[in-house]
Every structure is written in C-alpha cells, then in structure tokens.
C-alpha cells in the first residue's frame, strides 16, 4: 500500500499496467519504526459516518478537505495521535496520520532505500 501511495501516487495505468521510470525508484526510503502504542482516531466504516464525514475525505483530489479535517481531530480534546482512514489508491487498505504529538511514542528502527528492502523487488516487478 505505501509503493502505491508514494510511487504510483500520481502515475496512470496503461492497460491495466504502470510503466514506472527506473529512476523514480533510486529515492524513496522504506523506514521501519518501534514504539508503544498509539491512540488514533478512526476515520472508517461506521465511525467516519458517526463523525458527520464521508468517503471524500481519502477519495478527493484536493487536499483541501482531508487537511480541515486533520486541524479539527488534531484540536480534539482526546488529544489522539493521529488517524486512520482507508487509502486513496488502494482503498482496500487503511492508512494512517500521525500527529506531531506522537513523536515521542514512535522511533525510527532504520531506512533503507526502497530497492534494498527485502521483497520490494516483488512489489515493483510483478507480472500479470
């Protein structure tokens, strides 16, 4: 999910197929993180509807909305970590917002260029 919402972010498919330019994928960095746990608000399903959102909010083009919405859950007296909301381009998938609040409750463990992260290989040269 994270390859589609970063390397496809804005790339169209051509019969059913991305044709991903080699340099494209030298720079993005997979990271992996430890930490306790996080309180997130939960921005799916039934919850979204009881928050008077809907779909748009991970299914617009502008950023305009998601970015409203993220300034009033951040003001929320629950003081959450973040969000979770169901991903743009892979909306079978959720994906998280963290807030800057929760850097002291998650560590970076390493980066390492996506190429060099195992099994990303898998992701990026698949066939159909």
């Known amino acids: 999910m994270a390859f589609a919402e970063t390397v496809l972010h804005d790339e169209a498919p051509v019969r059913g197929r991305f044709a991903i330019a080699p340099e494209a994928l030298a720079s993005p960095i997979c990271g992996e993180f430890s930490g306790g746990d996080l309180r ?12 008077g959102a809907n779909s748009s909010l991970s299914s617009c083009d502008s950023y305009e909305l998601p970015h409203r919405w993220s300034v009033t859950i951040h003001k929320h007296p629950e003081t959450v970590d973040g969000f979770m909301y169901m991903s743009r381009h892979m909306n079978s998938e959720k994906a998280v917002v963290l807030f800057d609040r929760a850097a002291t409750k998650v560590q970076a463990k390493r980066y390492v260029p996506l190429l060099d992260y195992p099994g990303a290989l898998r992701a990026v040269c698949t066939s159909a």
């Not at 997130?40 to 928050?51: D, E, F, I, P, V």
Request: glycine share 8%; net charge positive; hydrophobic share 50%.
């Open 40 to 51: 997130l608000a939960n921005m799916t399903g039934a919850a979204l509807k009881r928050s």
